[in-house]
């Protein structure tokens, strides 16, 4: 019994240990920030490896279109896609900051929103601005905040135009 409680004591301590690593929240939410800006600077520049270096190996990312893909690989290719579609691509971002709570140490959600002017339909019409939210679970992992699930929508006027 008494190897037992020890071993378990440790294994306490090492968890406690490992919590704490993450648990300044000011920290922890400029690190998520950090991610999101690579991300939203990445985006602007077609940077597709800075896109992705804040999301974890098995991100679940669904766009406001309803694309989804499961992983970077699925992801990097879908990008490259997007990338090359200059009506897509075109117009300006203009990035909200994020609002950013933790429902565990280790899971944190942050929602943002983007406000895009300029974008064109594949006709090359101007599209009405667009108001495209993000929903982003981000898990510690080895260290380090990465994003598991990104989720990207859009919002739409009452009167559906």
């Not at 893909?69 to 879908?78: A, D």
Request: glycine content about 6%.
């Amino acid at each position: 019994k008494g190897i037992t409680l020890t071993a378990l004591s440790l294994v306490l301590l090492s968890c406690t240990q490992t919590q704490q690593e993450h648990t300044n929240k000011e920290e922890d939410i400029n690190a998520i920030k950090s991610a999101i800006t690579d991300y939203d600077e990445g985006w602007d520049a077609k940077n597709i490896e800075k896109v992705l270096a804040g999301y974890s190996e098995g991100i679940d990312w669904t766009n406001a279109f309803g694309d989804r893909v499961q992983g970077k690989t699925e992801l990097r290719k879908l990008l490259e896609t997007i990338f090359s579609l200059d009506f897509v691509m075109s117009g300006k971002n203009n990035y909200q900051d994020p609002d950013i709570s933790f429902l565990a140490s280790n899971i944190a959600l942050a929602r943002s929103s983007n406000i895009r002017t300029g974008q064109k339909w594949p006709d090359g019409r101007p599209m009405k601005d667009r108001v495209i939210n993000h929903l982003r679970v981000f898990e510690y992992i080895d260290g380090k905040w990465l994003c598991v699930n990104h989720m990207i929508s859009q919002a739409h006027d009452k009167q559906g135009k």
